[in-house]
Structures are given as C-alpha cells and as structure tokens.
C-alpha cells in the first residue's frame, strides 16, 4: 500500500510526534518499504489459527499473579516530584491545556 | 578480568579483595571509555565504596569464610557491567536516548536489588541503543559503542556497550536487554556469551518496556559457568512483574558439565541457506561437527514459519513500542521541550527534540499498524503467525533437545553501512527474533573467528525454561573449542 506524505502526517499526529517537511520526505518511502514488506504475512492462510495473546509460557499464565491486598510504602510525593521538569505547589505543572 | 565465580573465590578466600577486583574493572573502564564509548556513567566512588563495605562484611565472618559467604554472598566483590535501560536508585537511567534527560529512578530494578543482595558491585551504566532499538548501536544518542575487535565496526545492538564491556575485559559479567536479539547478537559480534532467558523467568520490573511481550533482561558473560551464576541471581517469580511465572530455578551451576552425549541438537538447512556469509554458514556448520564428536546426535528439523518472524516482529514490537513510549510526555520526570505554550505543543516538540529517528520511526510504524482500520490487517494477522511461529517450535522440540542456528547473518559490520536503510537493518535479527515471538530461551556461543578475524555466533535455541540445558551445550562446547583469540582493544 503507497504511504503518502499526508499519512505520514495523520500518524504523527496521533503519535505525537511533530514531522518536519524534510523528515515526511524520508520516512513516507521507508515506511511503505516496511509496510510492503511485511504485507508478504497475506500469503499465509491464518482463517483458523488463534491469535497469540503476549509473551506468556503455559506456565506464566497458570501463575497466580495476583497479590494479598495489603498497603506497601510508596514514593511519596517528594520523591514523586523530584525529577518534575516543573513541579509547583505538589503538584506536575502543564502548559495551558485549553487554547 | 578473571571470570566472576573465580574473582568471588579469591574475594572469600582473602587472596584478594573487593575494592581491587573493582578498582581494576573501574581502571579499565576508564581508561577504555575514550575508544570504546561502551560506558554512558562510571561510578567510581559509589562502586568503591560498595567494594569496602563487601571487605567488611567478608572479614567480620571470622572462622565461617568459605562456603557460608559463598551462599550468602555467591557474587561477593565482582564488578557488574548494568545496561542504561535497567534502572538503578542514584545512577542515571537515559535509555541511549535524550528524553529521559538527566533521570535517576528512585528504586531498583527486581534484578538489581538481587544481584546487590548477591554482592555484586555496579561499576557502571552501558550505552546501548535508544530504548533498546537497533542492532548496531549506532541508534544511541551518545554516540555508538565500537567493537574491541575492530573499532571501525559495530559491536551489536542494542546491548552493545555490555557486549563490549565483557568482550575488552573490563567486567566479567554484565547485563542487557533482549526484545529480538539484543543480547545475543551483539554477543555474537564481539565474541562473548549471551542469555536471553525463557519469557517470564527473569523479572522486567524496573527494565524500561520497549515490547513488553518480548522483552528480557538478559547476560553476558566469557564463560558458561559466570552465566549460569549471574543467571541463577536474577531468575525467578516477582511479585513486581505479573509475567514472572511460577517456576522452579534449578542449580545452573551444578547443571554444568561436558556431558552431552545422547541429546539431539536440532538444525534446520533452509536456515544455513540463502543469505547467509559463507564464513558464518562454515563456522556454524563445524560448531555442529564438533557437537557431533562430543556424541550429540544432529537431526533435521524445520521451523516453515521462521522466514515470516521479521515482518511479524516488527508489527508487534513496534506496536507495543508505541504504546509504552507514549509515557515519554515531558510531564513527570526528563526532558521537557521549551517555548511551548500550550500541552498539545508541549508534548509534540519534546517528542520531536526528545527521541532520535529510529525510535521516531518504530513509533510511527506502531501506531500505524494500531490505527483504526488497520489494526485486523497487520497487527492480528501478526499474532496469528505468531501462533504458527510457536507451534514451529513445539513441533521442533518434539524431535529434539535444542536447535542450532547461526547467531547473526554476517560478522560485524563497519559504521554507516546499513544507517539509510532500516530494513537492511532488521534482517540482522532474523535468527534471534523467533525466540522473543515464541518466548523461548537462547544463548548465543563464540563459535570461531572469520578471516578478517571477527567474532562468529552459534546460538542454541531450547525449550521454555530449558537454559540449564542450554549452558551445559555451552559449557561443553567451550571445553572442547573455547575462543582463545583476545580482541585487540582489551584492558
């Protein structure tokens, strides 16, 4: 299937991904490299096969892994905020959400 | 540097101490960073004094040094080589990548709160490529690792800088991360061991997601017995990692031995065919004579999907890459872009600013093949043959103990040699991915050098929780055909 310019724009936006002119340029032809390339999956016939569900062994999905449901120590709000690239009043600081 | 279990015996014993066999691997990491950019972050004084506290804790056990510190302490003193994916509290934690800026997770991975336990000393973060994608390191925005056996060639990715941090000598052991080869292969280029666990035997707590349902921390090591060790520390149930599967670990270390008459090594001849470097295809091809003398019976096997695991990888990797990497928000931790006004900006150009073109890519490709009215088409077909890749396997193993496969299609390459092409690129893993698809264990073995004398892989390929199996192949490999050949940038 041909990638144009605008797909890859339409994809960037749902990834946010910001795409300059030069970079749509680059990726439209390797994408639709990559994508040719995987469709060779069509010729296999998979009308009865299930799908894989993750990475999970049999012995991974017979594994309880739900826990007792007892508090445990977390963060805390300090350490929660140490790394913040603007932390304010205890709380993550946002650019206007509303234009 | 000595092999770990050797180093922990000397350690125990008082022949020598923590802090010189630290302070050597720190010495070489230094001195060798220049060359080699195999280290993001050296932790001299943290590493030191972990060392001293080590000395103390072996010198107060009066009369009981021996084997109680053993038990206690089974990687007491050796230094540890750690990818910069797998956090660690107070080291930095960057991926190879600029977005997570300056962070320092504030807790442990489950594997290295276990090998701290262990007393195991962290000398260090290793440069990979960013978020663990790329099979030459050459994706990390640091700068690529170089391979100590010809610095003008890579050493492998992503868990390139572990890789070359073992290969040159500098640590005995070190840890990385394997989503579709990224362990094993860069092993295989610089001529060092690689693990990639069973699925769910080694916790992914605290190792940053790239494909969660492929992930695996993995390890690197000059010797079977120095990965069995490490291994043996790190396997096991989490309650951390919901994925961690219920599972006894068995003593890999007494599993050991040179005994491996009467298995049945699986090869398939399609895989040794098209493609591959005849250098690579001979050294395979007598890695297996030399299984054969030591009584191993060779049966052909066939793996019909093998030839589609490329193209299912890179829908599923990518796919789960572009959800975990939407966390990446310039909000809660790293880099934030400036002069955005408003969120919808913000997060676009600290994205644009923040990841590199590889990591771009695999996110664009991800969410295209999750975006509606393409989700049927590539991403279940995807899990479909993911199913047939699986019954591949369960059919193989039916015939035999563990197969055999070349490691990676070629020796290293020179830098800028599949930059501009990514497809060209992701057929490096074309032996490796099938085992991330299907969940099961392999280890990749030197296994001979080329004429340009670079390192060539074997990788044995086995059963769900079958690595105790697949060290001993190892191990007995090694004892008839080690890889005596030292690379020409070593500490």
């Keep these: 299937m041909p990638i144009t310019e605008a797909d890859i724009e339409k994809v960037a936006q749902l990834a946010h991904l910001e795409m300059t002119a030069e970079e749509r340029h680059v990726f439209a032809p390797q994408m639709a490299e990559i994508v040719a390339y995987v469709e060779q999956l069509n010729e296999i016939d998979t009308s009865a096969i299930e799908p894989a569900l993750g990475g999970l062994t049999p012995e991974g999905e017979r594994t309880e892994s739900s826990r007792a449901d007892e508090v445990l120590p977390s963060l805390g709000q300090k350490l929660a905020l140490d790394q913040a690239p603007d932390p304010a009043a205890g709380h993550f600081r946002v650019p206007k959400v509303l234009a | 540097m000595k092999p770990a279990i050797k180093l922990r015996d ?8 923590a802090r010189a066999a630290v302070e050597s691997a720190l010495d070489g990491a230094e001195k060798l960073n220049d060359t080699l950019n195999a280290f993001l972050e050296i932790d001299r004084e943290g590493a030191l004094n972990r060392a001293d506290v080590i000395d103390v804790e072996i010198r107060s056990q009066s009369g009981a040094v021996g084997e109680k510190s053993i038990s206690a302490m089974p990687l007491a003193g050796v230094p540890i080589a750690i990818k910069d994916n797998i956090c660690v509290r107070g080291m930095q934690t ?11 997770p504030p807790y442990n991975a489950t594997a290295i709160e276990r090998l701290l ?3 195991a000393v962290i000398i260090g973060k290793t440069n990979c490529d960013e978020f ?17 056996w010809d610095i003008a060639r890579v050493p492998g990715g992503s868990s390139g800088g572990s890789a070359a941090a073992v290969a040159a000598g500098i640590v005995p052991v070190a840890l990385g991360s394997d989503t579709g080869g990224s362990v094993r292969q860069p092993a295989s280029l610089c001529g060092v061991i690689g693990v990639k666990p069973t699925y769910g035997r080694v916790s992914r707590y605290g190792l940053v997601a790239f494909g ?3 992930d695996q921390i993995g390890v690197f090591a000059r010797q079977a017995s120095d990965a069995a060790a490490v291994l043996q520390i790190i396997a096991g149930r989490d309650q951390l990692d919901a994925t961690t599967a219920d599972v006894p670990v068995p003593d890999y270390g007494a599993e050991l031995s040179d005994d491996v008459k009467g298995l049945r090594l699986g090869v398939s001849r399609a895989l040794l065919g098209q493609g591959l470097n005849d250098e690579v295809r001979d050294a395979v091809e007598k890695a297996i004579e030399v299984y054969r003398d030591l009584g191993v019976e060779i049966v052909d096997i066939d793996l019909p999907h093998a030839k589609y695991a490329i193209a299912v990888y890179y829908i599923i990797a990518t796919a789960e890459a572009s959800s975990n990497l939407a966390r990446y928000d310039g909000v809660r931790y790293g880099f934030r872009a400036e002069e955005a006004p408003a969120l919808r900006e913000m997060y676009r150009k600290t994205r644009d600013e923040g990841f590199g073109p590889e990591v771009k890519r695999r996110i664009m490709l991800g969410t295209y093949v999750l975006s ?4 049927d088409a590539y991403y279940l077909k995807a899990q479909k043959v993911r199913s047939l890749i699986k019954q591949d396997f369960a059919q193989a193993f039916a015939k035999c103990d563990a197969i055999a496969t070349p490691t990676a299609p070629t020796p290293a390459f020179v830098f800028g040699e599949k930059v501009d092409d ?3 690129m992701y057929l490096n893993d074309v032996f490796t991915v099938t085992a991330n698809l299907a969940g ?5 073995v030197p296994c001979g050098l080329s004429s340009e004398a670079l390192p060539i892989g074997l990788q044995l390929l086995g059963p769900n929780w079958s690595e105790a199996l697949l060290l001993r192949l190892t191990h007995a490999y090694q004892s008839r055909n080690p890889l005596r050949a030292r690379p020409r940038v070593h500490a």
């Design chain 2, 440 to 444: 099961v264990p392999g280890i990749s």
């Design chain 2, 94 to 104: 960057s991926c190879g990548s600029r977005i997570l800026g300056p962070y320092k």
């Design chain 2, 117 to 119: 336990a262990s007393g």
């Design chain 2, 10 to 17: 000397e350690i125990i014993s008082g022949e020598t101490t």
């Design chain 2, 372 to 375: 509606a009215g393409y989700y």
């Design chain 2, 422 to 424: 990514p497809l060209a």
């Design chain 2, 132 to 148: 663990a994608m790329g099979s030459s390191n050459e994706n990390s925005a640091f700068g690529p690792v170089k391979n100590p």
């Design chain 2, 212 to 214: 969660s349902s492929l």
